[in-house]
């Protein structure tokens, strides 16, 4: 599981690598987008890392869990915050 910031076209580079997006969240600035961010991986905190830079070489390993400590429930009470 991952979690970043980005557009179609990061979503694109990511789906070419056989990455789902699962739900995606909209934000008026980019600031509440990088804010939000920060409190998923502090959430995440010592799972974070799960893949290595050579399972994604397209970037965001160490925004990466492994799926089994997924909690979408805690992630979307962190977003919502």
Same mark, same amino acid.
């Given at each position: 599981m991952k979690i970043g910031i980005g557009g179609h076209k990061r979503q694109t580079l990511h789906?070419?690598?056989? &990455? @789902? /997006? /699962?739900h995606t969240w909209e934000y008026e600035t980019r600031g509440e987008v /990088?804010?939000?961010e920060a409190r998923v991986l502090q959430l &995440?905190? !010592?799972k974070r890392g799960y893949l290595t830079?050579?399972? +994604?070489p397209q970037q965001g390993y160490t925004e990466t869990i492994h799926i089994s400590d997924? !909690? +979408?429930?805690? /992630? !979307?009470?962190? @977003?919502?915050?």
């Open positions: 789906g070419s690598h056989g &990455w @789902i /997006v /699962v /990088v804010a939000a &995440w905190g !010592d830079p050579e399972q +994604m997924y !909690d +979408m429930a805690a /992630v !979307d009470a962190v @977003i919502a915050a």
